[in-house]
């Protein structure tokens, strides 16, 4: 199982970022150029987690208002509150409005990224693996291994 994340750059393109430096922009609150300079005030953030064949499992939205390239804390605490809506008409009235300052493509883009078509990327989810792993005080090592066990339920 491997994490992949893309963010929407300032030309409304997906773009991949290596984990690692997504992993201690999220950590450092931004700030890290490799990110900071994609993004202008807001990071929309599509993280993929991916089987062992590299097909999506579930694709999670993340969309954060930045402070001169930094993640404020008010945004991370709507990251985690995105995180505790339950399975009804709010959290589908979220990832609405998260979509909805989306690119219209964005769909074609992360399948074309992931090499999978379109119809592969059937689950969407709020928020993802770095507010997961924060809340639960967790690494993303761990969460994957979690991750792995319930699919192998299933």
Known sequence: MKIVYHVVDRDRQLVRVPSEVMERYWNHSGGTPEVSQLVDDQLQLVTSLLDDRLNPIINYMLDLELNEGWISPESKLQAYQSLSLQ???????????????????????????????????????????????????????????????????D
């Open 87 to 153: 399975r009804n008409e709010a959290k589908f009235e979220e990832l609405q409005a998260i979509l909805e300052r989306w690119p219209a493509d964005w769909p074609t883009q992360l399948a074309v990224a992931l090499d999978v078509p379109v119809m592969g990327l059937n689950k969407i989810g709020l928020g993802g693996p770095l507010p997961m792993c924060d809340l639960w005080g967790i690494t993303q090592e761990k969460l994957l291994e979690f991750f792995e066990k319930v699919c192998d339920k």
